[in-house]
Structures are given as structure tokens and as C-alpha cells.
């Protein structure tokens, strides 16, 4: 049974996951990881969430504010073994009921043009395609999503 918990990014779990992410990350980005890096420091993220398969991490996620109406869903993973179980689309609906109980009306996101997996992820959790914000702005490499909670 998968369990999400709560917790901030210092979680020595989330961290650990994040670094699987962020090896992954420098495969698919090559020479571009250095830029996109700078935009995935947790240091500034409150709100995270870790996925446990019993007493394993196995995914994790985070938001962060991004406006005074938006939060952005960061650091999104799951391990390869526990893929295709729908785990990144419970702890997305976690972190949007999480955006929506710190009072934010939408969720924003960028991802890369390689992370086939995550763009099918958000489409099929609802999100659309905006125009790249704030510093994606002008990167052929971003895709930019956004989703409304507001009923």
C-alpha cells in the first residue's frame, strides 16, 4: 500500500529521491542541466510530499509559491519499479489538495520536452499547455503547464 506523508524538503528521503531525479535529469538534459539546475535548489521548499511503498521511498513531489494565486508543483518522481501504478497522480492530487488548503487557486509547472513520461503524467491529470513563464520564458526545451482547482 502506498503511503504519502507530508514533510519539508530536508527530509533526508525526499532529498535522497531528488538526487535519483536529478541523475535522470542530467541524462535526458545534457548540455542544458546546468541552466535548469539552478531552478530546482530545494532549499526555499517548504511543502513537500514522499511517497513510501511500506517503509520504502519510492516518489516524491513539492510545491513551492510562485505567485500570490499560484503554487509550482516541483521535483516530481517516482523510482522506475514502482512506475505505471499511479503513484505520481496520487501525490499530484495531494499537492494540488495541498495548494488549495494554503489558500492558492492553481497549480503551475514547467518540464522538459524529454520527460515523456511527465508530460503524459499532466495531461492526463487535467493540465494544460501555457506560454513558458518567468524564466522558461524563450526555452525551446520547457513546456509549461498550468491547472485551475477552482470548481
Excluded at 48 to 64: K, P, S, W
Excluded at 106 to 124: D, H, P, R, S
Amino acid at each position: 500500500m502506498i503511503t504519502l506523508i507530508k514533510t519539508q524538503s530536508d527530509n533526508t528521503h525526499f532529498q535522497s529521491l531528488v538526487k535519483e531525479l536529478d541523475k535522470d535529469l542530467a541524462i535526458r538534459d545534457g548540455d542544458e542541466h546546468a541552466f535548469y539546475a539552478q531552478f530546482n535548489k530545494t532549499d526555499k521548499i517548504k511543502h513537500a510530499l514522499v511517497a513510501y511503498d511500506g517503509d520504502i521511498a519510492v516518489g516524491c513531489g513539492a510545491i513551492r509559491a510562485y505567485d500570490e494565486t499560484a503554487m509550482e508543483v516541483k521535483r516530481m518522481w517516482v523510482q522506475p519499479s514502482h512506475r505505471g501504478k499511479g503513484i505520481a497522480s496520487m501525490m499530484l492530487k495531494a499537492l494540488e489538495a495541498w495548494t488549495k488548503e494554503l489558500g492558492f487557486s492553481k497549480c503551475v509547472l514547467e518540464t522538459g520536452n524529454k520527460q515523456f513520461e511527465a508530460i503524459e503524467l499532466y495531461k492526463k491529470n487535467n493540465y494544460t499547455i501555457i506560454e513558458n513563464y518567468g524564466p522558461y520564458q524563450g526555452v525551446a526545451n520547457s513546456i509549461c503547464f498550468e491547472k485551475s482547482l477552482i470548481n
